[in-house]
């Protein structure tokens, strides 16, 4: 199975090419008032004619493909907000389907499936004298035919970035990032149990660096992949009781690696058998711009890892469509891209399929590939940003066989 990005997988291939990241804090206590739903600002918004969404040398896309033709994304703009859209082409026409009533920037999401999405703004009110940040959560069951939105009360925080994952439709987690700070401001752990109706604050341990990326697979085990605000390594951490104690997850660092700085994403579990999954990792040596990435495996549900080894050439990107089948656009020493990698066997082996010079050649000498996003061994696509902003619009390429060959579906 696919992984499911919300948007922190879309803002760190999007939002880290605009802004510098920063790291978290090992404390959860700060002061603020406790999340709270404001239930008289529920509604139904219906979408009218969903408008084609139009890229513009200002604005920019970051995709989650869902299927080999429906998919979903975020549109930044540099001026204009954001918005969410969405393809049921395999994305050779993106229509914005956001509610009417978005006001400001995407800072959270997450896409089940094909029909529903579900993501946060932030907005400020100002009763009285005083600003009162607030979320809106809206969420769509029929691809954004039609919106529910609530009022989330954060208390006196702005919010950086939110990390949804939704279980079922009733079960819903969000981490609440704070803007500033964060590396003595976490995040805040809130869910709902009745699909997004009513929300409770999770009381969560005060050493717990919530601020990384967060996912639950059940009602009640969640995963955590944050960084330890002293080394800089990556942590991994689970849940089994809904989030109100955490364990931390050994991942033993190869001994070729030894001494460098770790990152971890999220553990990606087989539909098949869910004691069957893999893990990515980056090993990069403190001030260096080498980047090695890795695989692990486990087939104890998580509770321990093993180094299945290391992915061909330096850094570049990955896609795992599910935990056997995965795709490589790793960098040459001369960062460039001349040979994609796909693996049947979740790391254990990689053939290499050389790139053709069209698109590539030509691409990479004003554009910088960002996503790669692939929904089997033989659909995918490719996202690229041009290297001078503003100069020209975002480009979207997809590939039918595997990646022999390619061809432009959006600009």
Not at 192 to 197: E, F, H, L, M
Request: with cysteine; net charge neutral; glycine share 10%.
């Amino acid at each position: 199975m696919k992984p499911r990005k919300g948007l922190s997988g879309l803002e760190a291939l999007a939002i880290a090419i605009i802004v510098a990241g920063c790291g978290v804090s090992q404390t959860n206590n700060y002061t603020s008032t406790s999340p709270s739903l404001d239930k008289t600002t529920n509604a139904t918004s219906q979408m009218e004619y969903p408008k084609p969404a139009k890229l513009a040398p200002d604005n920019w896309i970051n995709i989650h493909m869902i299927t080999e033709d429906v998919g979903w994304g975020v549109l930044y703009s540099t001026n204009q907000g954001s918005s969410v859209v969405r393809t049921a082409d395999g994305g050779k026409s993106w229509y914005n389907v956001s509610p009417s009533t978005v006001m400001g920037d995407v800072n959270g999401a997450d896409f089940p499936n094909g029909n529903d999405a579900w993501f946060t703004v932030q907005s400020v009110s100002k009763p009285g004298n005083t600003y009162e940040p607030y979320l809106i959560l809206y969420h769509t069951d029929n691809g954004g035919q039609t919106w529910q939105s609530a009022r989330i009360h954060v208390g006196q925080i702005l919010v950086y970035q939110t990390q949804i994952s939704v279980v079922n439709d009733s079960t819903i987690y969000m981490d609440v990032i704070p803007q500033h700070g964060m590396n003595s401001m976490p995040g805040q752990l809130m869910v709902s149990r009745d699909g997004g109706a009513s929300w409770s604050t999770v009381k969560t341990p005060n050493d717990l660096p919530l601020g990384g990326s967060l996912q639950f697979v059940n009602a009640t085990t969640g995963w955590l992949s944050t960084s330890n605000s002293t080394t800089g390594d990556y942590q991994l951490f689970e849940t089994t009781d809904g989030g109100t104690s955490w364990r931390e997850i050994h991942v033993p660092v190869p001994t070729e690696f030894s001494g460098e700085q770790i990152s971890l994403s999220l553990p990606q579990f087989s539909t098949a058998n869910a004691n069957q999954g893999i893990l990515q990792a980056t090993f990069q040596r403190y001030g260096s711009l080498i980047e090695h990435r890795g695989i692990y495996s486990t087939s104890d549900a998580g509770k321990s890892w093993t180094f299945v080894g290391e992915m061909p050439g330096l850094g570049g990107l990955v896609s795992f469509p599910s935990t056997s089948v995965g795709v490589a656009i790793p960098l040459t020493p001369s960062k460039t891209f001349s040979t994609l990698y796909e693996t049947t066997n979740g790391g254990t082996s990689w053939r290499n399929i050389t790139l053709p010079k069209a698109p590539f050649s030509t691409l990479l000498r004003n554009y910088i590939p960002t996503q790669l996003d692939f929904v089997s061994k033989s659909v995918g696509w490719v996202v690229w940003v041009p290297k001078r902003a503003g100069s020209s619009t975002n480009q979207i390429w997809e590939t039918t066989d595997g990646g022999h060959t390619w061809k432009k579906v959006w600009s």
